[in-house]
């Protein structure tokens, strides 16, 4: 079954097949390696928020907390090159989905699991996320992609525990 | 010589825009797409995913053969084993559970998806949560099985440079391969109308 015998919308643009996608995606991790010397994250933006807003609120807990405190120690990390990074997803993935067509306000999924079945899976799945990416130093993007570019061990071990818990998980809870 | 080495804000704006306009045209801003991936119905992600760290490894490699990047200056992950597998769990169980990673959260958010805003709310609660645990526990778990040798395959096991590339691409022909037969066994891929439509 594909989009011939499915209602089409011509103002909706179809995404990219996967393989242009991917060497799309893969000449731009080149090219940040190339500038900045490593890859592309995403997690670690949360931390330097995390980091940089504790510091404004909290700044005595912020500064004593085992983890929070060297990152802090000097200066806030609110202008790191990883927040100026995640601006540009924002403002990249803006462009894309307007230009394309694929701009829609909505609570996907509360159609599938109900909308606050699937608020409670989205939060949960985020904290996991979030908690397991500093477990890890990093998530998909970093230590995924951009540490298995490198070629990094520790990147092969992530990617195949994040495969085959996925599997599994995705078979015992439905969260979307 | 490269790499610059730039980590100043138009270089981070530069590489997030393009990395956010691909991600989105890739259809990972929709969580239907991206969770499809676990269902085995949809195998774009790890199409997109193995064929991007080909091409930027092998990339690597060239610049490297050719004199353009110095060696051994590229960022690699510390190759704390036991860190990587219980961070991979948790967040493929992430992923798994709300449909996003962080990085396609934002552009689940910026294509409009409001369960993408309560999965960053969750990120960052997951990260203070992570800073406020932070003890001997979770110290130790980061220290376990670490490789003295070093952190990529070549440092920690002397697997030469060009059989690891080797290796990755016979990896992405069986990614293409037995993904689009798993595709065409199930309901088919995610089209872009069928993300709009959100999951139903």
Redesign the interface.
């Known amino acids: 079954?594909?989009?011939s015998d499915?209602?089409?919308?011509p103002e909706?643009?179809?995404?990219?097949p996967?393989?242009v996608?991917?060497?799309?995606?893969?000449?731009?991790?080149?090219?940040?390696?190339?500038?900045?010397?490593?890859?592309?994250?995403?997690?670690g933006?949360?931390?330097d928020?995390?980091a940089g807003v504790g510091l404004q609120v909290a700044p005595e807990a912020t500064k004593a907390?085992?983890?929070?405190g060297p990152m802090v120690a000097d200066g806030s990390p609110l202008?790191?090159?990883?927040?100026?990074?995640?601006?540009?997803?924002?403002?990249?993935?803006?462009?894309?989905?307007f230009m394309?067509g694929?701009?829609?306000?909505?609570?996907?999924?509360?159609?599938?699991?109900g909308t606050s079945k699937?608020?409670i899976?989205?939060?949960?799945?985020?904290?996991?996320?979030?908690?397991?990416?500093?477990?890890?130093?990093?998530?998909?993007?970093?230590?995924?992609?951009?540490?298995?570019?490198?070629?990094?061990?520790?990147?092969f071990?992530?990617?195949?525990?994040?495969?085959?818990?996925?599997?599994?998980?995705?078979r015992l809870?439905k969260?979307? | 010589m490269?790499?610059?080495?730039?980590?100043?804000?138009v270089?981070?704006?530069?590489?997030?825009?393009?990395?956010?306009?691909?991600?989105?045209?890739?259809?990972f801003?929709?969580?239907?797409?991206l969770?499809a991936?676990?269902?085995?119905t949809d195998?774009?992600v790890?199409?997109?995913?193995?064929?991007?760290?080909?091409?930027?490894?092998v990339?690597?490699w060239l610049?490297r053969l050719g004199g353009l990047?110095k060696p051994d200056?590229?960022?690699?992950?510390?190759?704390?084993?036991m860190?990587?597998?219980?961070?991979?769990?948790?967040?493929?169980?992430?992923?798994?559970?709300?449909?996003?990673?962080?990085?396609?959260?934002?552009?689940?958010?910026?294509?409009?998806?409001?369960?993408?805003l309560?999965?960053?709310?969750?990120?960052?609660?997951?990260?203070?949560?992570?800073?406020?645990f932070?003890?001997a526990a979770?110290?130790s778990?980061?220290a376990a099985w670490l490789?003295a040798e070093g952190?990529?395959?070549?440092d920690?096991?002397a697997i030469p440079?060009p059989v690891?590339l080797g290796i990755l691409g016979f990896a992405l022909i069986a990614v293409?391969y037995f993904g689009s037969w798993f595709e065409r066994r199930g309901?088919?891929t995610v089209?872009?109308?069928?993300?709009?439509e959100?999951?139903?």
């Open positions: 079954m594909s989009t499915k209602q089409t919308n909706i643009r179809p995404f990219w996967p393989l996608a991917g060497i799309a995606l893969g000449l731009v991790l080149l090219l940040t390696f190339v500038l900045s010397g490593h890859g592309l994250g995403a997690s933006a949360a931390t928020l995390v907390n085992g983890y929070l202008g790191s090159w990883l927040s100026w990074e995640i601006v540009g997803v924002a403002i990249g993935a803006l462009a894309a989905a394309a694929r701009f829609r306000v909505q609570l996907d999924g509360s159609c599938s699991v699937r608020l899976t989205t939060l949960a799945g985020g904290f996991l996320s979030g908690f397991g990416a500093r477990i890890a130093g990093g998530c998909t993007s970093s230590m995924g992609l951009s540490g298995a570019a490198a070629l990094g061990v520790s990147a071990v992530f990617l195949a525990l994040f495969f085959a818990t996925g599997l599994i998980v995705s809870v969260g979307i | 490269f790499p610059l080495n730039d980590n100043g804000m270089s981070g704006l530069l590489c997030g825009v393009l990395f956010g306009y691909v991600l989105e045209n890739a259809g801003g929709s969580p239907v797409k969770s991936q676990f269902k085995l195998w774009a790890f199409k997109v995913m193995f064929t991007a760290i080909v091409v930027a490894a990339g690597l610049m990047l200056s590229i960022a690699v992950p510390q190759a704390a084993l860190a990587a597998a219980v961070g991979g769990a948790l967040v493929g169980a992430g992923f798994a559970v709300g449909g996003y990673c962080p990085g396609t959260s934002v552009a689940g958010l910026f294509s409009g998806r409001l369960d993408a309560v999965f960053v709310v969750g990120v960052v609660l997951g990260t203070i949560g992570f800073a406020a932070y003890g979770l110290k778990l980061k490789i952190d990529t395959f070549t920690a096991y440079e690891m293409f309901t088919g089209t872009a109308q069928q993300a709009l959100g999951a139903r």
